[in-house]
């Protein structure tokens, strides 16, 4: 089955306190991307993946690192984190790049975090 | 500033009837919209799309329109069912050129309320 696995589903924890949020995808997807989800702001894009090693800001990476050294996984960093990282947060991938107008872009299940 | 707009935070509609959800963009580089449906606790998964060389993409019960002089598109439902009750984001994208992170941006959403 075609999926964006993403994990954990939900994480508690503290400010300050490094953690990592898996994303997996098996369908050898060359852009992958992060996103959240806040209350009254909709899904604003964290970082963006065209292909391996090559990784691109988007609209709001501040406090968020991202790695890719695998075509399957994208993990979101964050080394420090802060009260107002807390939200919702969507991994997703797609074949080609969404401006090219011909293809979608398939979401994970979504990463909810609270930062204390 | 926001790029995609809904205006409509929520809307109630009767089950049986038409529901039509709205929204504006601001950035004339958009060539490809999108709309997203999600259900709480999963992540968006895509519903129809409309490029900007047609007016009008239909799909079953689902039909989007577009309307690039005034930078507004809309979908429609009809009739209405249950199961369509969530929220629905609005997402565009284009071909930017100069750099910079190739992805899509998204509406705050419109929680939609199918009443029986």
């Known amino acids: 089955e075609a999926q964006v696995t993403q994990n954990p589903r939900y994480l508690i924890t503290v400010t300050g306190k490094k953690l990592t949020v898996t994303c997996s995808q098996n369908?050898?997807?060359?852009?992958m991307s992060w996103y959240r989800q806040d209350p009254g702001l909709g899904l604003r894009q964290i970082y963006y993946?065209?292909?391996?090693?090559?990784?691109d800001k988007g609209d709001v990476p501040e406090g968020y690192k991202v790695s890719r050294k695998e075509k399957r996984n994208f993990p979101l960093i964050l080394e420090s984190p802060s009260p107002n990282q807390t939200s919702l947060y969507f991994c997703?991938?797609?074949?080609?790049?969404?401006?090219?107008?011909?293809?979608?872009?398939?979401f994970g299940p979504g990463t909810r975090l609270t930062v204390l | 500033d926001q790029q995609v707009k809904q205006n409509s935070p929520s809307l109630s509609v009767q089950e049986g009837r038409i529901s039509i959800l709205n929204c504006d963009y601001t950035?004339?580089?958009?060539?490809?919209f999108l709309w997203y449906k999600k259900y709480p606790a999963e992540g968006p998964t895509f519903l129809i799309s409309?490029?900007?060389?047609?007016d009008k993409n239909e799909d079953g019960r689902f039909t989007v329109f577009l309307n690039k002089s005034a930078k507004h598109l809309s979908l429609h439902i009809v009739p209405s069912q249950p199961g369509d009750s969530a929220v629905y984001f609005c997402?565009?994208?284009?071909?930017?050129?100069?750099?910079?992170?190739?992805?899509?941006?998204f509406g705050k959403g419109t929680h939609l309320i199918i009443q029986p």
């Open positions: 369908m050898n997807h060359e852009y």
């Open positions: 993946s065209m292909n391996v090693e090559v990784t």
């Open positions: 950035n004339s580089m958009f060539d490809y």
């Open positions: 997703a991938s797609s074949l080609l790049p969404s401006g090219s107008g011909t293809d979608t872009q398939y």
């Open positions: 997402a565009a994208s284009g071909v930017y050129s100069g750099g910079g992170a190739d992805g899509l941006t």
């Open positions: 409309i490029s900007s060389i047609k």
